[in-house]
C-alpha cells in the first residue's frame, strides 16, 4: 500500500503560471484536506472534502480551488500563482469513522 | 473561532532529558486533542490523542493528558533520546461531522548526544 502520495514533490512557478497538485490515496478514505505550511504559521486547512464530488473551503482557501471528482483523488489547482502562496503544500485524508489524518510527504512549491 | 497555541522554540535538550512542550487550547464545545510528530523531509504522523476530558494519551514513551480546567494538552516525555528530533504539532479537531482540525505553530525539538 502507496498510502497518501502527493504529485509533483518540488515545483517551481513564474507569477501568473498554473498549475495542479494531486494527492492520491489507496485507504479507501472519505475525507480528504488540503493544508499549507509555512515557517512560523503552523499547518493551515485550504480545502476539504467529504466525498467525492463535494468540497468545501477552509482557513486560507482564496486563490486556490479543488476538485474531488474520484473517490482516491483530490487535486488542489493554483489558477494564477502568487509569491504569497510559495509554501509546502500537505495533502491528508481520513476515514469517516476514526480520529487520525494521515499525511502524505508534501510538495515544496516556489513562486518566483 | 478555534485556536492552539504551544510553546514557541527550538527546545534544546540533551539525551536523556525530560521534556515538556506545553500546549493551551481554546475552543467552543468539546474539542478531541492530538499530537503530531514531523520529522525532518517528511509529512506529519499521529503521535498521541486524547478525545474526552481526563483521557491520557500516551505512544513512543510521549505522554499528553487532556485538562479541560485548564484548556491544556501539554507533551511529556521522561527521557528524550536523539532520534526524538523534529517538530512536534499540537492541534485540536472539531465536534463537526468534518473533523478538521486547527494547528498549533510547532515547536522544534533538538536532541543532542
Known amino acids: 500500500n502507496a498510502g497518501v502520495t502527493q504529485t509533483p514533490k518540488f515545483r517551481v512557478l513564474k507569477t501568473g503560471q498554473s498549475m495542479t497538485l494531486l494527492c492520491a490515496q489507496d485507504?479507501?478514505?472519505?475525507?480528504m484536506y488540503w493544508y499549507r505550511q509555512d515557517p512560523g504559521m503552523g499547518l493551515r486547512l485550504i480545502h476539504y472534502s467529504v466525498g467525492e464530488g463535494t468540497t468545501a473551503k477552509g482557513e486560507v482557501p482564496d486563490g486556490y480551488n479543488v476538485s474531488r471528482l474520484k473517490k482516491q483523488n483530490f487535486l488542489l489547482g493554483l489558477e494564477s500563482a502568487a509569491p504569497s502562496q510559495t509554501s509546502v503544500y500537505f495533502c491528508a485524508t481520513k476515514h469517516r469513522q476514526s480520529y487520525e489524518q494521515y499525511f502524505g510527504p508534501g510538495t515544496r512549491l516556489t513562486v518566483t | 473561532g478555534d485556536s492552539v497555541t504551544q510553546m514557541e522554540g527550538p527546545v534544546t535538550l540533551s539525551e536523556e532529558a525530560f521534556l515538556t512542550i506545553n500546549c493551551t487550547y481554546t475552543a467552543t464545545g468539546y474539542p478531541s486533542l492530538f499530537w503530531y510528530v514531523q520529522y525532518p523531509g517528511e509529512g506529519l504522523q499521529l503521535l498521541l490523542k486524547?478525545?474526552?476530558?481526563?483521557d491520557k494519551g500516551s505512544n513512543k514513551g510521549f505522554e499528553a493528558t487532556y485538562r479541560k480546567e485548564t484548556t491544556s494538552f501539554h507533551l511529556e516525555k521522561g527521557s528524550v533520546q536523539v532520534s526524538d528530533s523534529a517538530v512536534y504539532f499540537c492541534?485540536?479537531?472539531?465536534?463537526?461531522?468534518?473533523?478538521?482540525?486547527?494547528f498549533g505553530k510547532g515547536t522544534m525539538l533538538l536532541v543532542s548526544p
Open positions: 485507504m479507501n478514505h472519505e475525507y
Open positions: 486524547a478525545t474526552k476530558a481526563d
Open positions: 492541534a485540536l479537531s472539531d465536534q463537526g461531522g468534518y473533523s478538521t482540525l486547527t
